[in-house]
């Protein structure tokens, strides 16, 4: 993985924890598991410096069952900037266990969301799998950060950006994810 120590961040966008709850309880009875994206604060209208968590992503291939996800770390796009993680606990426990330890050293907000995924239902740790505090922050999302993009909606995107939308492959599975055509 691929995972770099960023600025400071001061939180996750209430729309982002939003998904992730809603993707958790989607793959309940298995474990969730994805990859966290920040932008930088001064993107938004936050009077503060660091950074915003904005996206899940999850990286094709993530095998997960009731008691662990396993990312695929060769599916980790080379340029793509994680700032952490995020995976459930479909039994509901707001705690890391060893094997999380052992991954949270990759990228410095881990969060674990917890059965029955309400909103009280999630933590977030350091990477030495200590609690650390994340504020859920409202900021508004440009519309194309969620995840319903349609094959017309990517080839716009790949346009305005002065890119040839056939050199995007059409069963791209990772398009899943959401952001990796940025
Ligand atoms: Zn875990």
């Known amino acids: 993985m691929r995972l770099f120590r960023a600025s400071e961040i001061l939180g996750i966008a209430r729309d982002t924890l939003q998904f992730a709850l809603d993707a958790s309880e989607e793959t309940h009875p298995n474990e969730y598991m994805g990859l966290l994206r920040a932008e930088d604060a001064r993107k938004f209208d936050l009077d503060r410096n660091g950074q915003v968590i904005t996206d899940v992503l999850v990286i094709p291939g993530t095998k997960s069952d009731p008691r662990s996800a396993t990312v695929k770390s060769n599916m980790i796009p080379n340029d793509l900037k994680a700032v952490g993680s995020v995976h459930s606990h479909p039994n509901g426990v707001l705690q890391p266990s060893d094997a999380d330890r052992g991954t949270f050293h990759k990228g410095n ?20 799998g200590d609690p650390r505090s ?49």
């Open 109 to 128: 907000v881990h969060i674990i969301i917890g059965s029955p995924y309400g909103w009280r239902d999630w933590k977030a740790f350091d990477s030495n």
């Open 134 to 182: 994340l504020d859920v922050l409202d900021v508004e999302l440009p519309e194309e950060q969620f995840f319903d993009f349609t094959q017309d909606d990517i080839d716009a995107e790949l346009r305005a950006e002065g890119r040839d939308p056939g050199r995007s492959q059409p069963d791209d599975d990772r398009r899943d994810g959401g952001t990796f055509e940025q």
